[in-house]
């Protein structure tokens, strides 16, 4: 979306307010659209929205970070800011028991892979955290699991051993490594592979077969890494708060 826009009509922008980033996408002709991959901070974001005031209609926003949702509604004043948050969400789909502290986040990539083919489903999120959560057949958030995302894991060595070499993100052609780089590998990649593939184990034992998604900034490394069938979509919380405010 640009100033050189030929659509005449103004758009809803769906905000998506990470603690890493902030993505912004909207539903036009039948398909979703970014603006732009991403914006590192909420002053640019005011910035860039500001700036556009002329071809915004509403925005929907889901933010994890209170700080930067206040920050947007006082510096944004000219469009009407409607927040998802977890306190909208009705209570019996909750199978949680801490509402209170559940990330609006991973409600909405369930309810948004659920549309789909309105049975389990399972989502990966691979963020700067990864996490892992699944909705039921019955529209239920059944709860899940938080990780250290793979890019935070690679880069946890970068302060406190500088002298580790840099690895391929891959799995390690064999056990036990025989180098550095694969021992490396081990302890990073694959380890963080099986923590996620024993948790989809888990969810299977637990509830059934269901269908797997990968969503966020790593989706495409975890889906060639990861042995289960899954679905990529970048669009996942998009479709999530589009399919909340249509109910």
Not at 143 to 148: D, E, R
Request: charged share 25%; aromatic share 10%; net charge negative.
């Amino acid at each position: 979306m640009s100033k050189n826009d030929s659509s005449n009509s103004k758009k809803t922008l769906f905000l998506d307010i990470g603690n890493s980033s902030i993505k912004v996408a909207y539903w036009e002709n039948g398909e979703w659209q970014k603006t732009k991959d991403s914006f590192k901070s909420v002053t640019y974001l005011i910035s860039w929205l500001n700036n556009h005031i002329d071809l915004i209609n509403n925005l929907i926003v889901a933010s994890v970070r209170k700080d930067h949702f206040k920050l947007l509604q006082s510096q944004v004043t000219d469009l009407d800011i409607q927040s998802i948050t977890i306190d909208n969400i009705e209570p019996e789909v909750l199978d949680y028991d801490t509402p209170k502290t559940l990330g609006i986040d991973r409600f909405l990539v369930c309810l948004g892979a659920y549309q789909r083919n309105k049975g389990n489903v399972v989502v990966v999120d691979a963020g700067s955290a990864c996490t892992i959560d699944m909705m039921d057949e019955n529209r239920i958030y059944r709860g899940g699991v938080i990780m250290p995302g793979l890019q935070s894991i690679l880069n946890i060595f970068k302060q406190t051993a500088p002298e580790l070499p840099d690895i391929e993100v891959e799995f390690p052609g064999r056990w036990p490594g025989k180098s550095t780089s694969e021992s490396l590998q081990w302890g990073q990649v694959a380890f963080f592979i099986d923590g996620i593939e024993s948790a989809l184990n888990r969810f299977k034992q637990l509830n059934g077969e269901f269908d797997l998604f990968i969503t966020g900034g790593d989706a495409h490394k975890l889906s060639n890494l990861i042995s289960e069938k899954s679905i990529q979509d970048e669009f996942l919380i998009f479709k999530g708060m589009k399919a909340f405010i249509d109910a």
